[in-house]
């Protein structure tokens, strides 16, 4: 099983800033990746998949990168609505994983 | 739009059965694979099942192999998770999800409580 760690487990930023979440796969899945924004209460909601590619309707402020074992979700400038919990995820092998997710405070 | 309405969740004793639905609709269900995708109270999220679009494969997770079946009907649009000697760790919501890479759409879920 691919083993998929986050960091940090919480970021503390303030609006208008930037931010940037880490994901590490503990082999390669390539550019396997996606990425998601959960709010509580909510449903997950996908934002990146294929370690870059914007999902439908997801606002330009959200870019992801890397390949391999190693990528980045960097939020250009956070909004309100941003604060969430964030889970990367790879689909290059099953079982597929998540990470244990970020948590994206209000500083 | 693309709707994923849960059903069939509740509380059931260790060791019991439940069988969770899945109606789907807004998309051309057998088209796509799909799967269930759980989430234990406060924690993160854990992948269960995949099955493809015919309904000819399907994967596991270990912590469910050999208790959890997934099924499909695509001439009714309904997913089904069948789940069979359930302990205390099974106690999650679970979603049922399109997609059997990355997921594009989620239902709302479906609480699961095993309990005495």
């Known amino acids: 099983e691919i083993v998929m760690t986050q960091s940090p487990a919480t970021l503390s930023v303030s609006p208008g800033e930037r931010a940037t979440l880490s994901c590490r796969a503990s082999?390669?899945?390539?550019?396997?990746l996606a990425w998601y924004q959960q709010k509580p209460g909510q449903a997950p909601r996908l934002l990146i998949y294929?370690?870059?590619t914007r999902a439908t309707g997801i606002p330009g402020r959200f870019s992801g990168s890397g390949s391999g074992t190693e990528f980045t979700l960097t939020i250009s400038s956070l909004q309100s609505e941003d604060f969430a919990v964030y889970y990367c995820?790879?689909?290059?092998?099953?079982?597929?994983?998540f990470g244990q997710g970020t948590k994206v405070e209000i500083k | 739009e693309v709707q994923l309405l849960e059903s069939g969740g509740g509380l059931v004793q260790p060791g019991g059965s439940l069988r969770l639905s899945c109606a789907a609709s807004?998309?051309?269900?057998?088209?796509?694979?799909m799967s269930w995708v759980r989430q234990a109270p406060g924690k993160g999220l854990e992948w269960v099942s995949r099955?493809?679009?015919?309904?000819?494969?399907?994967n596991y997770a270990d912590s469910v192999k050999g208790r959890i079946t997934i099924s499909r009907d695509n001439s009714k649009n309904t997913l089904h998770l069948q789940m069979n000697s359930l302990r205390a760790e099974d106690t999650a919501v679970y979603y049922c999800?399109?997609?059997?890479?990355?997921?594009?759409?989620w239902g709302q879920g479906s609480l699961v409580t095993v309990s005495s």
């Open positions: 807004g998309f051309t269900f057998s088209s796509y694979g």
């Open positions: 999800v399109r997609g059997w890479g990355w997921v594009d759409s």
């Open positions: 995820q790879q689909y290059n092998n099953w079982p597929r994983t």
């Open positions: 294929g370690a870059s």
């Open positions: 082999q390669s899945v390539s550019s396997n």
């Open positions: 099955i493809d679009d015919s309904g000819g494969s399907t």
